[in-house]
């Protein structure tokens, strides 16, 4: 009796090391998403917002931790939750796989570092959907850095033209958009929010 115990245990100790490493990567693609949001660290969200891989590892993951699972009556309340995660994470990740196969949402019109300044990028990304810009400045350097949208802007000076965005010194960024010219200075600790004026 004692014996079926302790292979049962073992037998759950891989599936719930497969399971640990799928919450893991789960958790660092949250991350991901997390710093790709204004204010949030460039590199981390360079490195974990990834859905295909991530969530699409984490995927199989939960699939060898129900493979692995002891047979006995218990485990429906283990199969219930991995089964709809991995139906999430599935779903997630041809939603990612269908971004990347179809045409770019976006593309950088203008990045140019401050006067000066290294540690300053300017750009500006034009998207797919309508004449739409977005005006994000990067400060900080290696895993410090951050990134700030500044704005959305749907037209340029001239209607339907490009946002003009450039520097006007090291420390403060202009944007002139069909709305007007908008001035935004950037504070010297990097991890503070741009203001605007």
């Known amino acids: 009796m004692a014996a079926a115990g302790r292979e049962a245990g073992r037998g759950w100790r891989p599936a719930g090391a497969a399971a640990g490493v799928a919450l893991l990567l789960v958790a660092g693609y949250a991350a991901g998403v997390w710093s790709a949001r204004s204010g949030g660290r460039v590199r ?3 490195l974990l917002d990834r859905p295909v891989p991530l969530l699409g590892a984490a995927g199989v993951l939960l ?19 991995v089964v709809l995660v991995a139906g999430v994470l599935a779903l997630r990740v041809l939603i990612g796989a269908l971004d990347v196969a179809g045409p770019p ?5 203008l990045a140019v570092a401050a006067p000066g ?13 309508g004449p739409c810009w977005s005006v994000e400045v990067e400060t900080g ?5 951050r990134h700030w949208l500044l704005g959305v802007f ?7 033209g490009p946002v003009d965005g450039h ?13 007007g010219e908008h001035v935004f200075d950037l504070p010297a600790d990097p991890a503070e929010r741009p203001h605007g004026r």
Do not use: I, N
């Open 44 to 46: 981390v969200a360079e």
């Open 63 to 81: 699939a060898v931790a129900l493979v692995l699972a002891p047979r006995r009556p218990g485990r429906g309340l283990f199969t219930a939750p």
């Open 105 to 109: 949402r976006q593309h950088t019109v």
């Open 117 to 129: 300044r290294a540690d300053r990028l300017l750009s500006v990304v034009r998207h797919a959907v």
């Open 141 to 145: 350097v290696g895993w410090s850095a």
């Open 154 to 160: 749907e037209h340029g000076p001239a209607t339907g």
């Open 167 to 179: 520097w006007d010194g090291p420390d403060r960024v202009v944007v002139r958009a069909a709305d």
